[in-house]
């Protein structure tokens, strides 16, 4: 934490502050169609980076391509606007060259999980100091709503008209599986979990990794008759559960409950530990060898 | 760069005098030149060039990484350039091809990188631990779009070494990724080098307004003043940074026709403006030579073979070393081709360069092709005379 930051006393700020202080408005009007959650995970990235005290000149944002990858242009910083599912390897770059820098990466499900799924799985491997947060609408959005590796059994998409044959990944089991130190998922339609998650992940010294699951009103929605906007929304509340009770479920759950437990997603924080982080390592490496 | 760190480069390098491969030199080169950040992906034959830098680099508080795959190690060059480190990686042909995308995204954000390709026979898996000078155009056309490389060849050991410094300092001046070409039979033959004493180096132009009069994709009038100033990350410089076509300030304009002409012009004209500037050949018994011999790279000490050969046999032979590849040296073919009666372009492929000297040649032009991973013999090439 830069001296900047641990100066700065928290003081009340309304959403309209927010936007004043973080957000270009030489790019405005955003890309984002009505209805979708995007806007929100930045909404509440810019909360947590103001909770946390993140210092401007300080942190970097990067992402790839689609939807979710068009963020950091939106957010007063430096930022690199990279290509289709690298960020991470960009952003490892940043981090280790840097590593005073806060880096924080913006992705989606196709980007993270698609094509960039290797750089994602050694990203957490090497638990890098940065936070990742993904905005998983289970479909290639921005290019027109085609099959994506999180669309679920079944969903339909424009290249998979007669639904998904294919079964799809959980980004967040993936991110615990591969090593990163923070993993939670949250659905975009209550605000202070998030907020509260994400802070925590700018906190963590190592890989941390949100994943937010946003609805894609546009590609989604339409195709697998999700209905008006609201609706959908709901569709998305009523699909989760949080981790305490879905965890309780499985140990003592009544069968029929165990049944229902089948159609939900869990959310909450679903993996927390500490570990050396590779900036860390880095920096013990040099101390031993520096001439 | 500061005396304090090239001393500790020095330091780690070692004895002033080595007998080291092409591969060492470049890591020795990116040293000297300032290099803080290697990130690779093992391939043979440029893996020594990481295996090196994995060696040196901690040793001076430099950082190296080996990343994933090729396209996560171009990346990962790309971040730690914005992060203020002057960075490289390298590859053979394979690793090249994968790079390609990113090494677009390094033209379109103006970003200065060095890339060592140490080639070997394509296409595909092709020859993995034989030379060949067939990426020569992949590093001037491999990506989409409109862009101009810079590309240099070196022919020893030595020069590998001192190219690698000059490929660091075009790489700044410049703002883009500079390309080094060498081959398997270079990168792994070895020679004695001297490490310099001194080494200037060109550190990228920042900017001195404060960020709100800072323009990080402003324009100039002529060759690198139409370089723009580099905010670094974290300097407070706030730069959107987009493979999208962008406007001055760095924004998405990727609708207007205008928009995408100007960005592009620019960023190709900072470096073919400074054409003559960049051109670097070597020239030897041209004066009354009839056919010149054109090489570059390790096939140019095989047409030096030849070049003495042939004038034992009273050929009227003169040699002209490409030192420079990109941009191409237009101006020297075209004066090269009034002089003599025919060209002879020695190079392992099956045609390349040749074919940029056909378009640029007012006399005949023949090439003496060779693939397979051998070098030429000097009497390959003097069958083309």
């Known amino acids: 934490m830069s001296e900047k930051q641990k100066e700065r006393k928290v003081e009340m700020i309304s959403a309209a502050e927010i936007r004043d202080k973080y957000l270009r408005h030489d790019m405005m009007p955003h890309i984002f169609c009505t209805g979708c959650g995007i806007g929100n995970v930045l909404d509440y990235t810019l909360w947590a980076m103001e909770k946390e005290g993140l210092d401007m000149d300080n942190t970097v944002f990067l992402s790839g391509i689609g939807c979710s990858s068009r963020l950091p242009g939106y957010i007063d910083v430096d930022s690199l606007h990279t290509t289709h599912g690298r960020a991470l390897a960009f952003a490892t770059g940043v981090k280790i060259t840097n590593p005073d820098l806060n880096v924080v990466v913006f992705t989606g499900d196709g980007d993270c999980m698609g094509i960039g799924g290797n750089h994602f799985i050694h990203a957490c491997r090497r638990n890098i100091d940065m936070t990742v947060i993904a905005v998983n609408n289970y479909i290639y959005g921005m290019t027109g709503g085609q099959v994506a590796p999180t669309t679920p059994e079944g969903d339909y998409a424009t290249t998979a008209p007669y639904g998904n044959i294919e079964p799809s990944f959980d980004m967040s089991d993936m991110a615990i599986s591969a090593g990163a130190t923070y993993v939670a998922r949250w659905g975009v339609k209550r605000p202070n979990q998030p907020i509260n998650s994400i802070q925590q992940a700018l906190q963590n010294k190592g890989m941390s990794f949100v994943e937010m699951m946003s609805p894609c009103t546009t590609a989604y929605s339409r195709q697998n008759r999700m209905g008006a906007i609201e609706e959908f929304w709901d569709w998305y509340e009523e699909k989760t559960m949080l981790a305490e009770e879905y965890e309780r479920i499985e140990q003592y759950g009544t069968e029929e409950e165990k049944e229902e437990l089948k159609e939900k997603i869990k959310v909450g924080v679903l993996h927390q530990e500490e570990k050396k982080s590779l900036n860390e390592r880095l920096q013990d490496l040099i101390e031993e060898v520096h001439i | ?385």
């Not at chain 2, 043979?44 to 060696?55: C, L, N, R």
């Not at chain 2, 070409?181 to 900017?207: C, N, W, Y």
């Open chain 2, 1 to 385: 760069m500061k005396e304090e760190e090239l001393e500790l480069a020095k330091k780690a390098i070692g004895d002033k005098s080595q007998f080291i491969h092409g591969d060492t030199a470049v890591a020795y080169g990116a040293l000297l030149a300032g290099c803080r950040f290697f990130g690779g992906y093992p391939i043979t034959p440029a893996s020594e060039i990481a295996e090196k830098m994995s060696d040196l680099l901690p040793k001076v508080g430099g950082k190296y990484i080996q990343m994933e795959d090729e396209l996560g190690s171009i990346a990962s060059v790309i971040g730690s350039s914005w992060a203020g480190a002057k960075a490289m990686t390298a590859t053979s042909g394979p690793g090249l091809s994968l790079m390609q995308e990113n090494i677009g995204f390094a033209h379109m954000s103006e970003t200065p990188l060095v890339l060592a390709d140490v080639q070997r026979s394509g296409p595909s898996t092709g020859q993995p631990t034989l030379g060949a000078q067939g990426d020569i155009m992949q590093t001037r056309y491999g990506s989409h779009g409109d862009f101009a490389a810079i590309t240099l060849s070196p022919n020893n050991i030595q020069e590998t070494l001192d190219y690698t410094i000059r490929a660091f300092n075009l790489a700044e001046e410049y703002r883009t990724p500079v390309f080094l070409m060498l081959s398997a039979d270079l990168g792994h033959m070895r020679e004695m080098v001297e490490i310099p004493d001194e080494v200037e180096t060109f550190e990228r132009k920042q900017p001195k307004v404060p960020p709100e009069e800072y323009i990080p994709f402003g324009k100039g009038e002529y060759g690198k003043e139409k370089v723009p100033e580099f905010g670094v990350f974290g300097d407070g410089y706030h730069t959107y940074v987009t493979g999208l076509t962008h406007d001055e300030m760095g924004f998405p304009a990727t609708d207007d026709q205008e928009d995408h002409d100007r960005l592009i012009r620019r960023q190709v004209e900072k470096i073919l403006d400074d054409r003559e500037e960049l051109t670097d050949v070597e020239k030897r018994n041209l004066d009354d030579a009839d056919v010149a011999l054109l090489s570059y790279g390790i096939t140019s000490r095989s047409a030096m073979g030849a070049l003495k050969r042939g004038r034992e046999q009273g050929k009227k032979l003169g040699y002209l070393r490409l030192k420079t590849l990109w941009p191409f040296p237009i101006q020297e073919i075209k004066e090269l081709s009034e002089t003599v009666d025919k060209i002879v372009v020695a190079e392992m492929n099956l045609g390349q360069i040749y074919h940029k000297v056909v378009e640029h040649a007012e006399c005949e032009v023949a090439l003496a092709d060779k693939i397979g991973g051998e070098v030429h013999s000097p009497d390959e090439i003097l069958a083309e005379v």
